[in-house]
T-cell receptor, first 111, second 113 residues
């Protein structure tokens, strides 16, 4: 079993739709959590950090449930420019800021 | 402020050839990392460094060597390239601390024939 698991998708949604991505992690000692965005043939870029209290950045909302070891990302009012792969990332700590990456969920937003 | 840069952007090698990938960062980060990304898989850590002059193995270190002679640079070497090393290689850097994330370079696409 992978340490960070995501539904690979693809999720094909129309503009304006709301879409939710889920992620589970297996190591309960994980310390911090992130969503990254990766465009085709580009480097991963930090989208947002994820906190237990939940956090929102414009149309994006991230939630963390430590008890269930579950992370989510909600995108409201999808735009064409949201088309990308979304990576769930967990920081296991351990002295060198070790990140564990999920394989990513692909989102395609169509007109 | 260029962030993290990588050279070269693309390279084609023949089996058995050697090469070095260069990563440079101008953010004064202590930690630097080399990853590879293959289709359908998450990024996997090859080697990392927690400071100038120090390196350590990650998940998939076999066939690679690294050096960190200067804080801002982290080199990844392939001594004898194999087709299994065909991949996209990303360098990243960060400050210490479990709440800090990593910042990535644009990647190097390597094909080994």
């Amino acid at each position: 079993r992978k340490e960070v698991e995501q539904d690979p998708g693809p999720f094909n949604v129309p503009e304006g739709a709301t879409v939710a991505f889920n992620c589970t992690y297996s190591n309960s000692a994980s310390q911090s959590f992130f969503w990254y965005r990766q465009d085709c043939r580009k480097e991963p870029k930090l989208l947002m950090s994820v906190y237990s209290s939940g956090n929102e950045d414009g149309r994006f909302t991230a939630q963390l449930n430590r008890a269930s070891q579950y992370i989510s990302l909600l995108i409201r009012d999808s735009k064409l420019s949201d088309s990308a792969t979304y990576l769930c990332v967990v920081n296991r700590g351990g002295g060198y800021n070790k990140l564990i990456f999920g394989a990513g969920t692909r989102l395609a937003v169509h007109p | 402020n260029a962030g993290v840069t990588q050279t070269p952007k693309f390279r084609v090698l023949k089996t058995g050839q050697s090469m070095t990938l260069l990563c440079a960062q101008d953010m004064n980060h202590e930690y630097m990392y080399w990853y590879r990304q293959d289709p359908g898989m998450g990024l996997r850590l090859i080697h990392y460094s927690v400071g100038e002059g120090t390196t350590a193995k990650g998940e998939v270190p076999d066939g690679y060597n690294v050096s960190r002679l200067k804080k801002q640079n982290f080199l990844l070497g392939l001594e004898s390239a194999a087709p299994s090393q065909t991949s996209v290689y990303f360098c990243a850097s960060s400050y210490p601390g479990s709440t800090d994330t990593q910042y990535f370079g644009p990647g190097t696409r390597l094909t080994v024939l």
